[in-house]
């Protein structure tokens, strides 16, 4: 579907809806006048305000990831028509930033969104040179603090010229998501950016992966396919057709360099190879682009006009018969400049996409509730018009049943409720299973590691002999450990499902870790003054440098616990949510089986629409180890060399005086010493970190069951309200019958007329909406993506 027949379509059913709705507002008015509250048509009223406000209202999301240096800001910035966002040697993107489209006219900000609050506040606002500057001031001190402010996102309010002509969609924001190489330089919770990028994979509408020409097979590159890719094998199978690679920079290609053909057709096989089927590549000047625009638009500032010139205008040249170069002025040769970037091939790509299978979605949705609203009205004319072409007495006759059939297909609706609630118990049941491997797959990888520490220390064997003559006396005081705690956060939403395999790797093992910490502490662990006769406790000279140690363990363990994690949860959100749906079909084709029943009876129908919501619950944070650093004395005896001197007695031949040789001799004498130290129990260690894990896999399996408690019982309550108001609309339509059989008799030609006079106006929309979908039916994508 083409940008402009999606266009055309989005109108067509916003007139139609509208103009509907406008119809059933009269309908209403005159009944209202009449002395009738009109009841029985308010729920299809509010059915046409939900499908008119989810049209105008539709998100359009489009993730766009890179590694550094690939040039993700300066392609962000030619597709929104402005140099807004910073592009600068370091990592710029420390957390998801959104671009959302508004009209022009609107005054641009930069808005922050810090956790725990629902509103973000304005940072910047005004021209996009102003929001660029502050936008990368603010970028700086969150990277150089630390984010002590806990930002999760921004938000860029902008005009984003390439749908700027098509306000169908006016929902479209650009998402720039961190790259792998720049969640390891963020100083701060590194899980979050990847957490960001799975996110947009799951939830955006296309994914854009930008390549550096100069380095597209450089390590940067491949990383950034296994940290996101690598055991996703489902995205690629998901997503075919909505992920697209745009390899950037193709203007800094020099002579010496490959063909861009060539350099495609390379990469294609390297993306296929590594699980890619048909990678769809675009080259891509984004620099060249983004200055075009400019100066297209009149905006470009004298310092990029002169960039313009400088690497550009000259690709334009021509020579006159003399041959003198002529390069035209800039704005001449913009517009083919432009297009030569490939950025208008890659947005018409992207908007494509869009339409062809979120945007068809999304009409396709809509039509058919207005046009199953426009049915409900005209279920309702109906049952007036016959009910005025009967007689009374048969009608009374007809209610009568009505209301005894309707309390039966209540109490079966009662069943549906009991049915629902052993699935729900299949679900939490699912979820609790897959917490419980995530808990006993992180305890156990914790546990080798904290093994390999002890392994790794030579242990001597002491002789028994020399054991027992050992005499320790230690005295431990209790000191409080480390403040340094490691945490990790639940989504805001995730599907669960059990019976899923985890992997628990490390890249580099702890013992390594200490190692570059501690280079000769381990080492020299079994030293004759630092003997331990056990490898789990570690003893260090000073409290700072036991803190140091059980410092490093928490580093380490905390983001390798929150990253397993954040892959059990993303594997739990993919699978989970085609349990949820499966869930939500067996709600609608019970409730949809009993008002069948009850529809052929009375030869009207209802269909029953249920959206898949998916479970939401707050985040929680796991809290670090809470171990004790012990100080202790130990008092021991070992043996010493010392002097001691030996006299002997002689006379002496001329004075007969007595005097005595001393000569020095060394002897091994037993002697007491103590000393202090720092120990810490690598055992105990491993244990809080179990014990803390445990807990928290507790405490998220009983707010898992509120959470999806909740959330099934409002899945149901929705299936039961439809069910319920198409009983009460046919009811309060036979009460309104009697009514008026029982005081309109003499104005009965009057009313039918009236009836049929409405009947046939609604006929008109109904036809409209009929035309809409069967336009929309031939444009129906070959396969929809998710």
């Given at each position: 579907m083409s940008s402009e027949k999606f266009q055309a379509a989005h109108d067509s059913i916003c007139h139609t809806g509208t103009r509907l709705l406008n119809y059933l507002e009269e309908i209403r008015k005159g009944r209202f006048s009449e002395g009738?509250?009109?009841?029985?048509?308010?729920?299809?009223?509010?059915?046409?305000?939900?499908?008119?406000?989810?049209?105008?209202?539709?998100?359009?999301?489009?993730?766009?990831?890179?590694?550094?240096?690939?040039?993700?800001?300066?392609?962000?910035?030619?597709?929104?028509?402005?140099?807004?966002?910073?592009?600068?040697?370091?990592?710029?993107t420390i957390c998801r930033t959104d671009v959302r489209h508004i009209p022009d006219g609107q005054v641009p900000r930069l808005l922050e969104y810090r956790e725990g609050q629902r509103q973000g506040f304005v940072i910047a606002e005004g021209n996009a040179g102003e929001i660029q500057q502050k936008f990368l001031v603010r970028t700086r001190e969150i990277r150089e603090k630390g984010n002590p402010d806990n930002t999760i996102r921004f938000e860029i309010e902008h005009p984003i010229e390439a749908i700027s002509a098509l306000s169908s969609l006016s929902g479209f924001t650009l998402v720039d998501t961190p790259g792998p190489n720049e969640w390891e330089s963020a100083k701060f919770n590194t899980v979050a950016l990847k957490q960001t990028a799975l996110e947009a994979l799951r939830t955006c509408n296309a994914i854009l992966f930008v390549l550096n020409y100069a380095s597209y097979k450089d390590n940067a590159i491949s990383d950034l396919f296994k940290d996101v890719i690598e055991n996703r094998k489902e995205i690629l199978a998901e997503n075919t057709g909505k992920i697209y690679f745009i390899l950037n920079k193709v203007d800094q290609k020099t002579e010496q360099d490959k063909d861009i053909a060539d350099v495609i057709e390379d990469l294609k096989r390297e993306l296929t190879?590594?699980?890619?089927?048909?990678?769809?590549?675009?080259?891509?000047?984004?620099?060249?682009?983004?200055?075009?625009?400019?100066?297209?638009?009149?905006?470009?500032?004298?310092?990029?006009?002169?960039?313009?010139?400088k690497f550009f205008s000259a690709r334009y040249a021509t020579e006159d018969e003399e041959g003198n170069q002529i390069i035209p002025a800039p704005r001449k040769i913009a517009p083919q400049a432009l297009k030569d970037s490939g950025i208008l091939t890659i947005e018409q790509t992207v908007i494509q996409t869009i339409t062809q299978n979120s945007g068809w979605n999304l009409l396709s949705d809509v039509v058919a509730k207005i046009d199953k609203a426009g049915k409900g009205i005209e279920d309702t004319l109906n049952t007036q018009i016959s009910g005025w072409q009967m007689g009374i007495d048969a009608l009374k006759q007809k209610v009568e049943e009505y209301r005894k059939r309707s309390d039966y297909s209540k109490s079966k609706v009662e069943a549906v409720k009991k049915s629902v609630d052993e699935q729900k118990q299949i679900l939490i049941s699912g979820f609790s299973q897959a917490i419980s491997q995530f808990a006993e797959g992180a305890k156990a990888k914790i546990e080798e590691e904290i093994d390999l520490i002890a392994e790794s220390v030579p242990n001597k064997q002491i002789p028994k002999e020399t054991q027992k003559k050992a005499e320790i006396l230690i005295r431990n005081v209790d000191i409080p450990s480390s403040e340094v705690k490691f945490g990790f956060s639940l989504p805001s939403w995730i599907p669960l499902i059990g019976g899923t395999a985890f992997t628990f790797e490390t890249k580099t093992p702890l013992v390594e870790a200490l190692t570059k910490v501690f280079p000769t502490s381990l080492s020299n662990h079994n030293s004759n003054e630092y003997k331990s006769l056990d490898p789990y406790k570690i003893r260090l000279n000073t409290k700072e440098e036991a803190k140091k140690f059980e410092r490093t363990i928490n580093e380490?363990?905390?983001?390798?616990?929150?990253?397993?994690?954040?892959?059990?949860?993303?594997?739990?959100?993919?699978?989970?949510?085609?349990?949820?749906?499966?869930?939500?079909?067996?709600?609608?084709?019970?409730?949809?089986?009993?008002?069948?029943?009850?529809?052929?009876?009375?030869?009207?129908?209802?269909?029953?629409?249920?959206?898949?919501?998916?479970?939401?619950?707050?985040?929680?944070?796991?809290?670090?180890?809470?171990?004790?650093?012990?100080?202790?004395?130990?008092?021991?005896?070992?043996?010493?060399?010392?002097?001691?001197?030996?006299?002997?007695?002689?006379?002496?031949?001329?004075?007969?005086?007595?005097?005595?040789?001393?000569?020095?001799?060394?002897?091994?004498?037993?002697?007491?010493?103590?000393?202090?130290?720092?120990?810490?129990?690598?055992?105990?260690?491993?244990?809080?970190?179990?014990?803390?894990?445990?807990?928290?896999?507790?405490?998220?399996?009983e707010l898992l069951q509120r959470v999806i408690e909740k959330q099934v019982a409002e899945d149901f309550r929705n299936a039961e309200k439809q069910i319920n108001d198409y009983i009460k609309r046919f009811q309060d339509d036979f009460d309104r019958l009697l009514k008026e059989r029982e005081t309109k008799e003499v104005e009965g030609d009057r009313i039918r007329e009236m009836l049929e006079i409405q009947k046939a106006q609604l006929n008109q929309y109904l036809h409209e909406l009929t035309t809409i979908k069967a336009s929309l039916h031939s444009w129906k994508p070959m396969q929809t993506i998710n």
């Open positions: 009738d509250d009109t009841k029985s048509l308010q729920s299809i009223e509010d059915d046409i305000n939900k499908a008119l406000s989810a049209l105008k209202e539709q998100k359009y999301q489009v993730a766009v990831i890179a590694a550094m240096k690939a040039g993700k800001s300066t392609f962000l910035n030619a597709v929104i028509g402005a140099d807004v966002l910073a592009s600068e040697s370091a990592a710029c190879n590594f699980g890619f089927s048909n990678p769809i590549i675009y080259p891509a000047s984004s620099r060249q682009g983004l200055l075009a625009k400019l100066i297209q638009q009149g905006k470009a500032t004298e310092s990029q006009i002169k960039d313009f010139k380490f363990c905390a983001p390798h616990i929150k990253t397993w994690w954040l892959d059990t949860q993303d594997k739990l959100v993919r699978d989970g949510t085609r349990i949820r749906e499966e869930l939500v079909h067996k709600i609608k084709d019970d409730i949809q089986q009993i008002s069948n029943e009850l529809s052929n009876y009375l030869g009207e129908a209802l269909e029953v629409e249920l959206n898949v919501n998916p479970i939401q619950f707050p985040s929680f944070d796991f809290p670090g180890i809470d171990t004790q650093v012990q100080y202790q004395q130990q008092l021991y005896k070992t043996k010493e060399k010392q002097n001691y001197s030996t006299g002997e007695k002689r006379r002496s031949c001329e004075d007969e005086q007595d005097y005595t040789k001393r000569t020095t001799k060394e002897r091994e004498v037993e002697v007491e010493k103590q000393r202090s130290f720092y120990e810490v129990n690598l055992r105990e260690t491993v244990k809080a970190i179990k014990v803390n894990i445990d807990s928290q896999a507790s405490g998220s399996r």
